[in-house]
């Protein structure tokens, strides 16, 4: 019997299937660089990626919550007009010439927001946030204490942590054209005493010779206080390598950081802080290098301590892992979040957060292991509770994946260091006979003794 006999083939056009004529997603764009927080993050902790005072760009605008600011953008911009004389007109121009690019920063299409209102909250939100850098600028000096939000300490460091979720961004080129247009002549102030504040302004930039890059590096600098530390910002050069506040926090810490190889395979330290601890690693706080800047010392005894009366030994092996100083306060698991949740979208071969706080994982397991890093002063705990920054350091890696680690040769001498079965006896050996110096003389002097002892003994 004939095959086509027993099979009757469907018609084509049952199988036929509608394609809609759509765009790429915003994602495969090369400017993207703002995302949306994916569901498996937003789920651990929602809040640390939700604005709380005020919304900048589409993603959460109009938002629950996020209205009564508008009302302040407003304002602002009133006053930014006024105090440079540009125009309402001039300054929308920027915004619509550069408004296809603009979209295309964003993982998102927001068709639902036509283009005249895009370009006006684009333009809203970028001149807020210009005019509130230029009067924290010249309150810093004394020169200005009527801004509405600088006046209140509680709203000022809200809206300052607001400006550097990830979702809550927009691009830092805009924000650049926008500044430079508004502050490259010294025209445009009308009243002598807001033109005599905006000269003094103008007159410190030009001193530092700072453009925005510089204003932003150093309004941000103030996170020393919430968890990251003023040793991490740095003096480099940004220039136009910056995507937004979020990715310039990222960039401050990563100024330094150790040798990456693409070739090395993810982390994956077995031992904890205080295992190793115990296994005769000492651990020091680096108080001159930038937060990523992790280091694996061997063969050497660099810290005068009592164990360098063992030093002497051939087989004795001196490690010190120095870690620098790690503030952890209210806000830190917020900003560290953000800042992971940009590197799995942006830089998923060079999370080099990610990797750090890995590792701070792999060595966290228990309130024990955070009272010896507390103890050494490799973290310094603004949470009050030990517990509590173990808790945050074990959850903060919850639905992050890895590709490789910068860390992977560190991890391995730490496997390394407590699989040495002899490091364990000569560190029992050292809390047992040289927990201090005071015993740990009178245990080289009691050996001493034992040896005359024993000599006098063999001659008689």
């Not at 509608?18 to 995302?35: G, R, T």
């Not at 930014?80 to 550069?98: M, P, V």
């Not at 000569?426 to 015993?439: E, M, N, Q």
Request: proline share 4%; hydrophobic share 35%; net charge negative.
């Amino acid at each position: 019997m004939a095959t086509d006999s027993i099979i009757n083939e469907p018609e084509c056009e049952d199988f036929v299937i509608d394609i809609p004529l759509v765009d790429l997603p915003l994602v495969n764009w090369p400017e993207c660089c703002i995302y949306r927080v994916s569901k498996q993050l937003r789920n651990v902790n929602e809040k640390a990626y939700t604005p709380k005072l005020v919304s900048i760009g589409p993603f959460h605008h109009n938002g629950d919550g996020l209205k009564d600011m508008e009302m302040h953008k407003i304002g602002y911009f009133k006053n930014f007009l006024y105090r440079t004389g540009k125009s309402h007109e001039n300054l929308l121009k920027i915004i619509i010439d550069n408004e296809a690019k603009i979209r295309r920063c964003y993982s998102e299409d927001f068709f639902e927001l036509k283009s005249k209102d895009f370009v006006q909250m684009i333009l809203l939100d970028a001149i807020f946030i210009i005019e509130l850098f230029c009067n924290w600028m010249v309150d810093r000096y004394k020169l200005n204490r009527n801004d509405y939000i600088l006046r209140k300490p509680w709203l000022e460091i809200g809206i300052q942590h607001d400006l550097i979720l990830l979702e809550n961004q927009l691009p830092f080129f805009v924000l650049e054209k926008l500044y430079m247009f508004a502050f490259n002549d010294s025209s445009g102030c009308n009243h002598r005493e807001e033109g005599k504040q905006i000269g003094e302004h103008k007159r410190e930039l030009k001193r530092q010779d700072a453009p925005f890059v510089k204003l932003s590096r150093d309004y941000f600098s103030d996170y020393d206080e919430y968890g990251i530390g003023h040793q991490q910002v740095t003096k480099k050069p940004i220039g136009e390598e910056v995507k937004h506040f979020t990715d310039l926090l990222r960039y401050l810490l990563c100024s330094s950081v150790p040798d990456f190889s693409i070739d090395q395979t993810p982390l994956h330290t077995q031992y904890s802080a205080k295992k190793l601890d115990d296994a005769g690693l000492k651990f020091k706080g680096a108080k001159k290098k930038t937060l990523l800047e992790i280091q694996f010392h061997q063969n050497r005894c660099r810290y005068f301590d009592c164990s360098c009366f063992l030093s002497c030994l051939p087989f004795f092996k001196c490690c010190t892992l120095e870690v620098p100083p790690f503030e952890i306060h209210d806000y830190t698991e917020a900003v560290f979040r953000n800042l992971m949740a940009l590197e799995q979208w942006h830089y998923p071969y060079h999370a080099y957060i990610c990797n750090y706080v890995r590792l701070l994982d792999c060595l966290i397991n228990t309130e024990e292991d955070v009272d010896l890093f507390v103890k050494k002063k490799v973290i310094v705990n603004m949470l009050g509770s030990n517990d509590a920054v173990a808790k945050l350091i074990n959850t903060l890696c919850d639905q992050i994946t890895e590709a490789n680690s910068c860390y992977h040769d560190i991890a391995q001498k730490l496997n390394d260091h407590y699989d040495y079965s002899f490091n364990h006896m000569l560190a029992t050996l050292t809390r047992v006979y040289f927990p201090d110096i005071w015993r740990g003389t009178a245990t080289v002097v009691g050996l001493i003794v034992l040896g005359f002892t024993l000599w006098n003994f063999s001659k008689t």
